[in-house]
């Protein structure tokens, strides 16, 4: 270690002399400029600016930019913009804001006109910044307050644009809604982003595409008088509007989804089953999004969330229910394709089915018969579907399961999309802490049990089986575009997997969805049409787990809240599907009465319209001539 | 390591105590109008806070004075490393604010590392030179060592990102390496380089940072978003006059038109309260304390002591340029606070501890005079 003293040897002290003098220089001049910069602001401008600082003087004023617009498929307009009017108070040291207040008050009880939430406003108020005093005001305040402007110094009125939902409910759980951005919101937001104040999406379509449909805040910087207005401006970048959003929906086959299922709790999801566009979404009941526009009130805030029917969540991407008979094409599907069965392979039906000691019934008390796999998809019969989960366990039909699509998001544009329920003996193991009973896969063959599915993910799963094996992610939105109509960004079909099932075995679960529409003793023999052929799947998801004892079921069934809910999943047209529809109606009983019916509706309303769309183009009523000759089970 | 010696205390450098005990004086009553009159509560407990930085700073400072140079100086790259440790710590599990990743929170407190690298680069830097010392200019290949040395904390701090501490790095880094002399075709070179690479680090900068080089060059191009500052500011500081109006007073400031007016931008507040007086005394003090470091530069009795010196000096000098030059609006607005002024422990405990060492330059330069 060098002793302290060392490095003393052969440093010369005055080494550095010379340098310090042209360091002082240096630093002399930098300090000298400053000096100069600042005799030049404070004394030779320095009235100018002083003037500037007290009639001050200049602010900063935000234009907030207009959202996009979302439109339909067809470019039906479903969201609009249109102004708000808001009161805002800009206080400035000498104006006192409660006798303004109280000033306002006066003027709007002389025309019996009422103003809300004044408790609301902030106990103290800092000078120059502005203060809402009322947000979206009637036209009757307006004129109140314009017509007094001179006796109501610093108040002003603003125009903001607030949304329209054209649509109000039928389309609410889609759209969603917009707000004032929270402070969680603003927190998690990148830089610059997001300011106090901007208006932002918060639930649906206008959250999921948010950063595209808000558009940029402008802004302004204005000089202002004493009382707050502004008197010129001194620069001004205008705000940019978002880009147009052109959903997949069909507001024709959301209109009819949305009538048939009328006030019963429930959803209905259409896809295109060719390239996975969603093209009707229907989730009831439902809300106004236009309660939202301009902040919801407090009461009716609370009457939505306290509803027990749950307006707000959107069954059709987030409610989870047991799919029931509409289940076994996945069973079947599984027991085909590992050879367990052929599709002539037969089943004695006598109306129940012996596991130990537990007993499972056949829907159909009497029984079924001798069933093949056609006849058991035909009249749904569970006890064929009982011997093909003994054979195959749990495991395997939870793997074709998936690869319908099931047991996981889908990955559908929009938020809170949930991945329903597909039990595997590991799952059980891990989650429950308990072994799988062969029982429970024997109730998971006809969809009861632990087996859950959302509305998307059945039509979606029904939707693989109509196209012939491919697996699309169901998509919401066909494309954005800006402003002039420029196309920003086109969503492509997008292949999520391919279903390993064989095309022949796929054919004959098709021909089987189309006799249980089609055939006499099918579930949905209801559903059948001459012009179309539709194939499609009833289910009845039992609520709760119906006792043996005979009586003791039929008092179960009486209670409403354990009703069953009704399925039903259908496609069309046999030959070359373009649309697949899963109605789900929640404690609403059998699938083939009351959901089948819904289903029609929406199938009529597609082929009419499309009817009318061919009687003008010829060459296109040739195509679907086509598809007519393709041939029949 | 520490040693308290009667000499300390006999050649204990007042001056330069006092210089900096009334600068910060200065900056802690223009924090207490910075933050005053503002309805948020949280607000006005500002200039407690920074009396709080002021006692850890003088804490920092004292350790720097009692504890020998050349202690430091032996263990100038360890000091280095620990500081580049913390930088990483700040890029693994910063804090992040507005977009850049620069604290880290110890119990309550955050310290910003960029901050203290400032100093280590200098101990650092210092002793490089001192054990390469070569009589002559130096060529650009003997300098890739120092020049590493700097640029692994400068390219962690440009990604955090922080340009304006970035950038002192850098001045640091040219005005040392001027100081110990450049052949003169190697400052050629590194010229015609710097030339090239300008528009190449542009396409480094961060899209803010560009807005604001670009604001700089023409005010009028965004008077809203970063143009914003500066007219305030220059609002502020003209509107001042030659007395100021009065503590408490600038409107301005009270208005709060001012962003980031207790930080980069507390220049404004003084300035448009004090006047062209107050901003001129100020002005001296600093120019007083500047010169004093490079009075303990030219008096240090070893190489390394010298540089040390060099080194705190510019680092405050270069600092008050550039905050001051972009408050009036002729540099460009980057993040450099105001040494002693601006509201902010890192910058005030590291300045602080700094200051402590040049009085450790300054006294130790009569005791090894004696050994």
């Known amino acids: ?633 | 390591m520490i040693r308290l010696d009667r000499r300390l205390i006999l050649n204990f450098d007042w001056t330069l105590f006092i210089l900096v005990l009334i600068i910060s004086g200065i900056g802690l009553l223009n924090i207490y109008s910075a933050g005053f009159s503002l309805t948020d509560l949280r607000q006005t407990q500002l200039y407690i806070k920074q009396v709080q930085w002021i006692l850890i700073g003088l804490v920092g400072m004292a350790l720097a004075f009692l504890i020998d140079y050349r202690f430091l100086n032996r263990h100038a790259y360890i000091i280095y490393g620990i500081s580049i440790v913390l930088l990483l710590v700040v890029f693994t599990a910063g804090y992040a604010t507005r977009g850049s990743q620069r604290w880290i929170a110890v119990g309550g407190f955050t310290f910003q590392p960029s901050e203290l690298v400032k100093l280590t680069i200098i101990l650092a830097l210092a002793k490089y030179f001192d054990r390469h010392q070569i009589g002559r200019g130096y060529h650009l290949t003997e300098l890739f060592i120092p020049f590493l040395i700097v640029i692994i904390p400068f390219l962690f701090i440009l990604k955090q990102p922080d340009l304006g501490t970035g950038l002192i790095l850098f001045i640091l880094f040219l005005s040392i390496v001027f100081f110990v002399g450049l052949d003169w075709k190697s400052l050629l070179i590194a010229a015609a380089g710097g030339l090239i690479l300008t528009p190449i680090g542009w396409y480094f900068l961060k899209d803010y940072q560009r807005e604001r080089m670009l604001t700089f060059f023409s005010p009028e191009r965004d008077p809203l978003g970063s143009g914003y500052h500066i007219i305030q500011s220059m609002i502020a500081v003209g509107s001042g006059g030659i007395f100021g109006k009065g503590f408490l007073k600038g409107s301005q400031t009270q208005l709060k038109f001012l962003p980031e007016q207790q930080t980069d931008f507390v220049f404004s507040v003084f300035a448009e309260e004090w006047g062209f007086l107050g901003g001129m005394i100020l002005l001296i003090m600093f120019l007083s304390l500047i010169l004093w470091g490079l009075k303990i530069m030219i008096h240090s009795k070893d190489y390394p002591g010298a540089l040390i010196a060099f080194g705190i000096t510019m680092l405050i000098f270069w600092e008050v340029f550039i905050n001051i030059g972009m408050v009036l609006g002729i540099l460009p607005v980057v993040g450099i606070p105001l040494p002693f002024l601006s509201y902010g422990g890192s910058s005030m405990v590291v300045l602080m501890t700094a200051v402590g060492l040049l009085m450790n330059i300054s006294v130790r330069r009569f005791i090894l005079q004696s050994s």
């Not at chain 1, 006890?383 to 990955?411: E, H, Q, S, T």
Request: charged share 25%.
């Open chain 1, 1 to 633: 270690m060098r002793k302290i003293g060392d490095r003393l040897d052969g440093y010369d002290p005055g080494q550095f002399k010379h340098k310090f003098k042209m360091l002082f220089i240096i630093v002399s001049v930098a300090l000298s400029l400053l000096v100069m910069r600042m005799w030049y602001l404070q004394v030779i401008e320095g009235d100018e600016l002083r003037q500037r600082s007290e009639n001050n003087s200049v602010r900063l004023r935000k234009i907030k930019p207009m959202r996009g617009l979302i439109m339909d498929e067809d470019r039906r307009v479903l969201v609009d913009n249109q102004p708000s009017f808001d009161i805002v108070f800009i206080p400035n040291r000498t104006k006192d804001i409660r006798t303004v207040i109280d000033k306002i008050k006066e003027l709007y009880t002389e025309r019996s006109l009422t103003l809300p939430a004044l408790s609301a406003l902030p106990g103290r108020v800092k000078p120059f910044v502005p203060v809402l005093l009322e947000r979206n005001i009637s036209m009757e305040k307006l004129a109140v307050v314009e017509t007094h402007a001179l006796e109501l110094p610093g108040v002003v009125t603003e125009v903001t644009p607030v949304r329209k939902y054209l649509n109000g409910e039928m389309t609410a759980q889609i759209i969603g809604f917009t707000g004032e951005v929270s402070r969680e919101e603003l927190d998690r937001s990148a830089a610059g982003k997001l300011s106090p104040g901007d208006i932002i999406g918060k639930f649906g379509i206008e959250k999921f595409l948010d950063s595209h449909l808000r558009g940029k805040s402008g802004a302004e910087q204005v000089e202002v008088n004493v009382a707050g207005k502004a008197v010129r401006s001194l620069g001004r970048i205008p705000a940019t509007t978002g880009d147009n959003v052109v959903l997949t929906i069909d507001s024709a086959l959301q209109e009819a989804a949305w009538s048939a299922i009328g006030n019963r709790a429930g959803a209905v999801a259409v896809l295109d089953p060719r390239n996975g566009a969603v093209l009707a979404l229907v989730s009831s009941p439902s809300f106004d999004p236009n309660l939202f526009n301009g902040g919801i009130s407090y009461d009716d805030w609370e009457t939505l969330s306290n509803d027990p029917r749950h307006p707000m969540e959107n069954r059709s991407i987030s409610g989870q229910y047991p799919p029931g008979s509409t289940y076994k094409i996945v069973v079947a599907a599984a027991a085909l394709e590992e050879g367990l069965i052929t599709p002539e392979t037969t089943f004695y039906c006598n109306g129940t089915f012996e596991l130990g000691d537990r007993v499972f019934r056949c829907w159909q008390a009497k029984g079924h018969g001798n069933v093949n796999l056609h006849r058991a998809i035909v009249e749904s019969c569970d006890v064929y579907f009982y011997n093909l989960g003994k054979l195959l366990g749990v495991d395997r039909i939870a793997a074709y399961a998936r690869a319908f699509g099931l047991g996981a998001p889908l990955g559908i544009d929009l938020p809170r999309e949930k991945g329903g329920l597909i039990p595997t003996k590991q799952w059980k193991l891990s989650r429950l802490r308990e072994s799988w009973q062969t029982g429970e896969t024997i109730s998971l063959a006809i969809g009861q049990g632990f087996n859950l599915v959302t509305p998307i993910q059945l039509a979606n799963a029904y939707a693989t089986l109509a196209n012939g094996g491919v697996l699309y992610r169901p998509r919401l939105v066909k494309q954005l575009e800006s402003l002039d109509g420029h196309v920003v960004k086109v969503f492509q079909p997008e292949k999520q997997g391919v279903l390993p099932v064989r095309p022949q075995h796929i054919q004959v679960i098709n021909q089987a969805l189309w006799g249980a529409v089609n055939e006499k003793g099918g579930t949905g023999y209801i559903l059948k049409r001459q012009e179309q052929d539709v194939c499609g799947k009833t289910g009845t998801a039992q609520v709760i787990g119906l006792p043996q004892d005979e009586k003791a079921r039929k008092a179960k069934r009486v209670s409403a809240d354990f009703r069953d809910h009704a399925l039903f999943v259908c496609f069309a047209p046999y030959g070359n599907p373009e649309i697949v529809v899963a109605v789900i109606l929640e404690n609403a009983g059998h699938g083939g009465s009351a959901a089948a019916p819904v289903a029609r509706k929406v199938i009529d309303a597609y082929f009419s319209r499309k009817k009318m769309t061919q009687t003008q183009p010829p060459a296109q009523a040739q195509g679907a001539a086509d598809v007519r000759k393709m041939p029949k089970p």
